[in-house]
């Protein structure tokens, strides 16, 4: 009643040409693109939270539940899902791995040949797998290439995830992006024929592709790689990298101590102090985890993490005596080994997403110790226990062998180290490969649409042991599920309120004074903008039926309008947040917010001019 009130009050306000159910709308837009962009929520739970709010608002949306719901059975949704599987397989048999290793091999200590290697593994490969788990991947497999061959990881990393975009314009199955829109143009061109839109072929766009591909690759091995900051040393130095060295001390117990009979969880397990107990050494035998309920013996050596002035505290209030901080390799005990250190980035769809380290119990479960916490291009080395974690944050973790060991093989977590015992499934790979083969040239040859291509390869995975059946549902990354099927009924209401036509009008409006051409690369520019705040595949969501309303406004060819907007928003360099193997390097890379800005604005714009120009030569804008 009172939403009724409130909307009959408005529509004496606005102008004829825009209705109520316009405005409603758009105001849900508003609130989608305010949500994505503060991550108040994390993306998926946005994405269903505005598909609930256009079922329950139908008077005004016109979306029933069916057309609500109708993204959960999008061709789309399914073809990404079967896809983030097939990309699953293809990893179990260390392909990917073994690549990179040759790659390693070619580089040497070579910063050119590193970033040769890197850019023309990452690109074509992220053309026929999902980008995003290429990414995932590489990240260990190129720090560590990064750190062997004395460069700083900050020089390849951002170059590695860029190239994966690059790649991913190869191909219709390059990135989620290109099957969503492709889904969108065709039930566009179901509903207006006279667009002469289509679902994209599987090689539809790979002549343009490659051209911004090897743009892209010649700007980052040129340009780029100078505007690249160095803010990783070179050396694998972590400690040194996150500035530790004044918050790990060692502590002896001397005979006097009042710590002594007590255990580590009575000693110093008060949450007034900011210290954690890292390590407890007697006698040359060490402890790790767990160590809470470790009784504290005379001369017993305790590894702390906390900061100077509580440590200080500690000291004169329990007579502890400092002997330093963490040894050296020449220090250390014969036998003797320290703990190791590395960084583990969060990627979508870990448990550890919205949780904190306190609430989820990271600690017990891996027996593994927190040292710092990365986010957003911050570290923190205080009190980070009850700050929430969001996907790209980076945990530098201290942890014994056998746990690390548990860390690379979940998936929940991405070990910026890579790891020489990981078991791969290799007498596989040939059954992997002669997979992906058949599904990308089932839909080439109009044999199979890609969906179906896509779930028989699924199939097939399953019944040659590329796969196991209880893998399934691990493989796929359900956070990027919902977020299509949620926002997939946005674009529908887009649709059929008349507010991409609206907005499509407005947009066409500058062809007064602008050629089509123009207009165009207004579109491709506006998408790049609003990819590098929201979700990519929010963007051709959004996008997609504007761009094309406004081609059919003006007289041009809407295919045009499209494939710009879809170039736009799979090359999202800008922003860390823009592209979500961004955030797979932020941490790992030591970025800052402005180093994307920096680097990813010119290429932006270079590709801008070459994409729009590309998409002008090979299918014409028209008007």
Known sequence: MFFSTLVSAVQGLVP????????????????????????????????????????????????????GLSGFASP??????????????????????????????????????????????????????????????????????????????????????????????????GTSTNILASDIAAQLGRESPGLGLHAFGMFEFTKLGVIVFVVGAVYLMTVGVRLLPKRVPAEDDLLEEYALQEYLADVVVPADSSLIGQTVQE????????????????????????????????????????????????MRSEGLTFVGGPRSESELHPGEEEPVMVEVVIPSGSFLVGESLASSTFRQRYDANVLAFRTRGKVVRDRFEDIDIRVGDTLLVQAPPDSLTRLVQNEDFIVAHEFEDTDYRTEKTPFAVAIIAGVVAL??????????????????????????????YKSVEWNVIFLLAGVIPLGVALQQTGAAALLGDAVA??????????????????????????????????????????????????????????????????????????????????????????????????????????????WGVGA
């Open 267 to 314: 000693a110093l397990g008060n949450d007034d102090l900011d210290i954690d107990v890292l390590q407890l050494i007697r006698y040359g035998e060490q402890f790790l985890e767990p160590l809470a309920r470790k009784e504290i013996h005379e001369n017993d050596t305790l590894r702390l993490r906390t900061n100077r002035e509580t440590l200080e505290r500690i």
């Open 443 to 472: 839909p080439a040859f109009n044999v199979l649409p890609i969906v179906v291509s896509a779930l028989g390869g699924v199939v097939a995975m399953i019944l040659t042991g590329v796969l196991k059946p209880n893998e399934l």
């Open 509 to 618: 409006s500058t062809a007064t004074f602008l050629p089509a051409l123009g207009v165009l690369w207004v579109f491709y520019l506006a998408t790049g903008l609003l990819t590098s705040v929201i979700s990519n595949n929010a963007s051709v969501v959004l996008m997609i039926p504007v761009a094309a309303s406004a081609a059919q406004s003006i007289g041009a060819n809407a295919f045009a309008f499209v494939l710009a907007v879809t170039f736009a928003a799979s090359t999202a360099f800008m922003t860390p947040v823009g592209y979500q193997t961004n955030l797979f390097v932020y941490g790992p890379g030591g970025y800052t917010f402005s180093d994307f800005l920096r680097v990813g604005a010119p290429l932006q714009l270079l590709l801008s001019v070459v994409t729009v120009a590309g998409i002008a030569f090979f």
């Open 16 to 67: 004829a040409a825009v209705t109520v159910d316009m405005l409603v709308v758009f105001a849900l837009i508003l609130l989608s693109l305010v949500l994505f962009a503060t991550e108040w929520l994390p993306i998926d739970v946005t994405a269903i939270v505005v598909m609930v709010l256009l079922m329950v608002l139908e008077p005004w949306t016109q979306i029933t539940p069916q057309e």
């Open 76 to 173: 789309a949704t399914i073809t990404v899902l079967a896809m983030l599987i097939l990309s699953t397989g293809v990893n179990r048999t260390g392909i990917v791995q073994l690549i990179g290793r040759k790659m390693a091999e070619y580089a040497g200590n070579s910063q050119t040949k590193q970033l040769a290697a890197t850019i023309g593994v990452t690109g074509p490969v992220s053309g026929f797998i999902n980008n995003t788990p290429v990414v995932a991947i590489l990240v260990p497999v190129v720090a560590d290439l990064a750190h062997k061959g004395k460069t700083s990881p900050s020089k390849l990393l951002m170059p590695l995830s860029f190239a994966s975009m690059l790649g991913g314009t190869l191909t219709v199955i």
